[in-house]
């Protein structure tokens, strides 16, 4: 018997907790008893083939034309300071989860002249994608053979004198190929880049070696450590000491045309910084880490379906550990995205997503392969759509709110999401809307 369309807790629709309760007190008729419900229960009628709509378990749908707006909207934001000055799109970690070609391309046709990622890889990757445009790598071992990335017209990042005796080792190898290298300068945020101490030498290697015509030196550059922080002195302290650094370079003979320091948050915050090239990268995602409002637009928006629905009794466990418990008598609804996809474990019972018209929380623990909503007495289904994060623009959670909830940044939220979830390009340089 059931009660207002809900099964009891005899029901065998309630699964392992309560026919394992069933069995624990009659252990003698359980099976049978499950058995004949099983076999009484009727089967659901499948819908007709027409009404049939294929389900994806997964996908991150990106909007390139947002991609193109936001950069031309940081380009814009540049030249209002500098008319002259020229935007180098960041498009490293497969373009911050956004796939690195379809955003490198998005990324020109929205105004921007040159192309940053990490490694020289990722550069060989946008080469082989059929992407000319000026790309520059920044981060990679002096042991490294970089002479496929110079045979295809890489700009590699130097930060030390090691990393420029292997360039002017491969450049030996290839005598008709004059690398083109930026110096990178550690001048605050103690990673990647040339220290202080050696600034000297190095810049005096370089000089050397551009006169002899064997490199060519294009640009000179620095990274902020907190631009994204509200009146950190440490920005007006990197710039005045990038500042002195191009003075030093220019009293060794090095005229670098391209001097670069700004990133996002310094674009739309610190117009000191800007030089004559902006190098941005999370911005370009439309994930905006300052708290001035800038207009940038979110492009990802990662969606799923639900996979199955069942009801449960109050009191019932829910995923790994069984950190969970239902209140009430409830629907839970199973969306088949978890770690392996890039759902951050983090988000276990903090995390929300759109299903049903409404935010909803994740209830217990993220698995692998599969998070759990709790709906109460909502109507929800299999073959439902689910939003995890996108845009915001009907209330669905956004990136931001992700990074919240899990104690992280947008940054993450988004490049986290992995190679199984495809990805399916909208917008007019993308597809349809």
Not at 265 to 280: K, Y
């Amino acid at each position: 018997m059931t009660t207002a369309g809900r099964p009891e807790a005899s029901d065998p629709a309630l699964s392992g907790q309560a026919v394992s309760a069933s069995a624990a007190s009659d252990p003698a008729q359980s099976g049978q008893a499950v058995s004949a419900r099983v076999a009484a229960a009727p089967a659901a009628a499948a819908p007709p083939a027409a009404e049939r709509v294929a389900a994806v378990r997964a996908e991150a749908v990106i909007d390139l034309d947002a991609i193109a707006a936001n950069t031309r909207l940081l380009l814009n934001r540049m030249r209002g300071v500098n008319p002259r000055a020229e935007l180098m799109a960041v498009v490293k970690a497969d373009g911050y989860g956004h796939g690195a070609a379809q955003s490198a391309r998005a990324a020109v046709a929205g105004g921007a002249g040159f192309l940053g990622v990490a490694t020289p890889e990722e550069a060989l990757d946008l080469r082989a994608a059929g992407i000319e445009t000026p790309v520059l790598a920044w981060l990679w071992p002096a042991g490294q053979d970089i002479g496929p990335a110079l045979a295809a017209g890489v700009e590699l990042g130097i930060s030390s004198l090691e990393h420029l005796t292997a360039v002017l080792i491969a450049a030996s190898a290839a005598p008709a190929t004059q690398p083109r290298i930026h110096v990178k300068i550690d001048t605050g945020l103690g990673r990647n880049g040339v220290g202080i101490g050696d600034l000297g030498a190095v810049l005096d290697a370089v000089a050397a070696a551009e006169r002899s015509g064997v490199v060519h030196v294009a640009g000179l550059m620095s990274h902020l450590a907190s631009a994204d922080v509200p009146d950190d002195p440490s920005v007006a302290e990197q710039t005045a000491a990038f500042r002195e650094v191009l003075d030093l370079a220019r009293s060794k003979g090095i005229d670098a045309h391209w001097h670069h320091l700004a990133n996002t948050p310094a674009v739309l915050d610190h117009q000191d910084t800007f030089f004559n090239l902006g190098r941005c990268g999370i911005g370009l995602y439309g994930i905006n880490p300052v708290l001035t409002p800038a207009g940038l637009r979110p492009a990802m928006t990662l969606r799923g379906t639900v996979a199955l629905t069942k009801r449960v009794p109050a009191g019932y466990g829910v995923s790994y550990g069984l950190t969970y418990r239902t209140s009430a008598e409830t629907t839970l609804a199973l969306v088949p995205l978890g770690y392996a996809d890039g759902i951050p474990r983090a988000a276990s019972s903090v995390g929300e997503v759109w299903l049903g018209g409404r935010r909803r929380r994740i209830a217990g623990r993220v698995a692998m392969d599969q998070v759990v909503i709790d709906c109460g007495d909502d109507p929800v289904a299999a073959g439902d759509d689910v939003i995890v994060f996108g845009p915001g623009d009907d209330g669905e959670p956004t990136a931001d709110d992700w990074a919240q909830a899990c104690d992280t940044i947008a940054y993450e939220i988004v490049t986290r999401i992995g190679p199984r979830v495809p990805r399916r390009y909208v917008g007019d340089l993308g597809g349809p809307l």
